[in-house]
């Protein structure tokens, strides 16, 4: 910086200089004026150099040069790859391990925002994560609730001494509501909910908390559907869960008390499931 400030060729009356770490500097500055040109190479270790990209993106006229340097390194080279994929900014050329970029005429996005999804770089999951759900649709319905069910009893099998079985109903008919007795033995923090919905769904619903065992015994009340599942299968599962999945489903209660709101919930993965035990019902056409 003293060799800049002490050059012939600038010019004091138009520049201000602003000494610290820009981590530091950045969210304390105020921009009085639009950018029409940024080079980024402060701090370079991770997340600094998306630190600075934020502070000084929104200021960006369109048109504006971006410079990013040192894009051979791992931190700044991810912020050069977010920047190719985003629509905000066009990139022009790389000079050796300097990106040159184009503010475009796209709309800001919003730095108090989150909106992920809308972002190029986001645009694509990574399938190094996601292979299994893929591969799961593409099997039938029935067989991926097959193997669904193995896994579960295999880890259950291996990991925890619980039991859990539903005696009845087994098939039949249901009315609007009625009663779900069973079996178990609950070990350690274990917890017994009873969660049903329409065959084929997608989500469960809680029924009423968590259901006290006595003796190897226990029985719930449980709702089926509305009126207009009349003549529709249900099923039901009872389930031994740790007590965060039973945290979970007790604040799930609290606000459909509160709210009247009543999404349905997942099932736990089945790492978190001690035991469980599935029927199914037909709901009546005269309930």
């Given at each position: 910086m003293r060799n800049v400030a002490a050059s012939a060729l600038l010019r004091p009356g138009v520049v201000r200089f602003v000494e610290g770490p820009t981590q530091q500097t950045l969210p304390q500055h105020h921009f009085s004026n639009r950018l029409q040109a940024l080079l980024l190479d402060g701090p370079h270790a991770y997340p600094f150099p998306e630190l600075e990209y934020y502070f000084f993106y929104p200021h960006l006229d369109p048109g504006a040069l971006l410079i990013v340097d040192d894009i051979q390194i791992r931190s700044v080279h991810n912020l050069y790859e977010f920047l190719r994929s985003d629509r905000m900014f066009r990139l022009d050329e790389v000079?050796?391990?300097?990106?040159?970029?184009?503010?475009?005429?796209?709309?800001?996005?919003?730095?108090?925002?989150?909106?992920?999804?809308?972002?190029?770089?986001?645009?694509?999951?990574?399938?190094?994560y996601?292979?299994?759900?893929?591969?799961?649709?593409?099997?039938?319905?029935?067989?991926?609730?097959?193997?669904?069910?193995?896994r579960r009893r295999a880890l259950?099998?291996?990991?925890?001494?619980?039991?859990?079985?539903?005696?009845?109903?087994?098939?039949?008919?249901?009315?609007?509501?009625?009663?779900?007795?069973g079996a178990a033995v609950l070990t350690g923090e274990a917890c017994l909910w009873v969660l049903v919905r329409r065959a084929g769904g997608?989500?469960?619903?809680?029924?009423?908390?968590?259901?006290?065992?006595?003796?190897g015994?226990?029985?719930?009340?449980?709702s089926y559907g509305e009126p207009r599942d009349q003549g529709h299968r249900f099923e039901i599962c009872a389930l031994a869960v740790g007590p965060a999945t039973n945290d979970v489903w007790l604040?799930?209660?609290?606000?459909?008390?509160?709210?009247?709101?009543c999404p349905p919930v997942e099932l736990p993965s089945?790492?978190?499931?001690?035991?469980?035990?599935y029927a199914s019902v037909r709901k009546s056409r005269e309930a």
């Amino acid at each position: 910086m003293r060799n800049v400030a002490a050059s012939a060729l600038l010019r004091p009356g138009v520049v201000r200089f602003v000494e610290g770490p820009t981590q530091q500097t950045l969210p304390q500055h105020h921009f009085s004026n639009r950018l029409q040109a940024l080079l980024l190479d402060g701090p370079h270790a991770y997340p600094f150099p998306e630190l600075e990209y934020y502070f000084f993106y929104p200021h960006l006229d369109p048109g504006a040069l971006l410079i990013v340097d040192d894009i051979q390194i791992r931190s700044v080279h991810n912020l050069y790859e977010f920047l190719r994929s985003d629509r905000m900014f066009r990139l022009d050329e790389v000079v050796h391990t300097t990106a040159f970029f184009t503010r475009t005429d796209a709309p800001t996005f919003s730095p108090s925002g989150d909106g992920w999804w809308e972002q190029g770089y986001n645009r694509k999951p990574l399938l190094r994560y996601l292979w299994r759900e893929r591969v799961k649709a593409w099997l039938p319905r029935g067989l991926r609730a097959g193997l669904s069910k193995a896994r579960r009893r295999a880890l259950q099998q291996s990991h925890t001494t619980c039991q859990v079985r539903i005696v009845r109903p087994r098939g039949g008919e249901v009315g609007e509501a009625g009663t779900v007795e069973g079996a178990a033995v609950l070990t350690g923090e274990a917890c017994l909910w009873v969660l049903v919905r329409r065959a084929g769904g997608s989500g469960w619903w809680p029924q009423g908390g968590p259901v006290p065992v006595c003796g190897g015994r226990w029985s719930g009340i449980v709702s089926y559907g509305e009126p207009r599942d009349q003549g529709h299968r249900f099923e039901i599962c009872a389930l031994a869960v740790g007590p965060a999945t039973n945290d979970v489903w007790l604040r799930w209660l609290d606000r459909a008390k509160t709210t009247g709101n009543c999404p349905p919930v997942e099932l736990p993965s089945a790492e978190f499931v001690y035991a469980e035990s599935y029927a199914s019902v037909r709901k009546s056409r005269e309930a």
